[in-house]
């Protein structure tokens, strides 16, 4: 048994990049997800919205965890080789697509339905509409509640240990079995996922606030 150190501490630090770069991952690519099924949900297609709604019960009904698993172990039944890098980003990025993609919907039914009847009044096509007026103005809305989401995605991917993918939490896993200093091993991991998810917060919260007084003008 070892004692934590210095060399144990920069370990876990350095797992860091491996949290942000699949968070990074998880947000780009939830993003495209969301977008398309925020997109499907307030089309006119009943099809479009059937299938997004559908897509947004399982991923928002079933835990990130058990998508994890699904993925990575169900994936060799399948025939398929996939390491878990892979698995934990193709679950996250669905993962946050159905979230995203909720919000967002939100945020595009939020826009008053006058400006889009006056544009479709004007002769606008369903996308031009779309383009020129209705998501300009959702955008607005959508920023802060994003921000905010990706310190939800940010925290998701502690689970992504579970697979052994090596992110802060697995990094600390592996002192902790080297160290048996739990207390000061978990500290030092909950300590970095507050200071990568704290800016974040305060800056959705000042956005937020933002928003709120520029409605109320």
Request: overall charge negative.
């Given at each position: 048994m070892r004692s934590f150190g210095l060399s144990e501490f920069m370990f876990i630090v350095e797992a860091a990049r491996w949290t942000l770069a699949l968070s990074l991952l998880a947000f780009v690519g939830g993003a495209l997800v969301g977008l398309m099924v925020a997109l499907a949900r307030s089309s006119e297609s009943r099809w479009a919205q059937g299938a997004a709604g559908l897509f947004i019960q399982v991923f928002q009904g079933t835990p990130l965890l058990l998508q994890l698993?699904?993925?990575?172990?169900?994936?060799?039944?399948?025939?398929?080789?996939?390491?878990?890098?892979?698995?934990?980003?193709?679950?996250?990025?669905?993962?946050?697509?159905?979230?995203?993609?909720?919000?967002?919907?939100?945020?595009?039914?939020?826009?008053?339905?006058?400006?889009?009847?006056?544009?479709?009044?004007?002769g606008l096509s369903y996308i031009s509409r779309l383009r020129d007026v209705v998501l300009p103005q959702a955008w607005r809305i959508a920023v802060p509640p994003t921000v905010g989401y990706g310190v939800q995605i940010i925290k998701g991917t502690s689970l992504a240990a579970i697979i052994g993918f090596t992110e802060i939490t697995r990094a600390g896993q592996i002192i902790n079995n080297a160290t048996f200093q739990p207390l000061l091993v978990f500290s030092v991991v909950a300590a970095l996922y507050f200071v990568l998810c704290w800016p974040l917060s305060l800056l959705a919260a000042r956005m937020e606030r933002r928003l709120a007084a520029a409605q109320a003008r």
């Open positions: 698993f699904l993925i990575f172990f169900g994936a060799p039944v399948l025939g398929l080789d996939i390491n878990p890098w892979v698995a934990a980003g193709l679950a996250l990025i669905l993962n946050s697509g159905a979230f995203l993609g909720e919000i967002w919907r939100g945020c595009i039914q939020a826009v008053p339905r006058g400006q889009s009847e006056a544009a479709h009044a004007l």
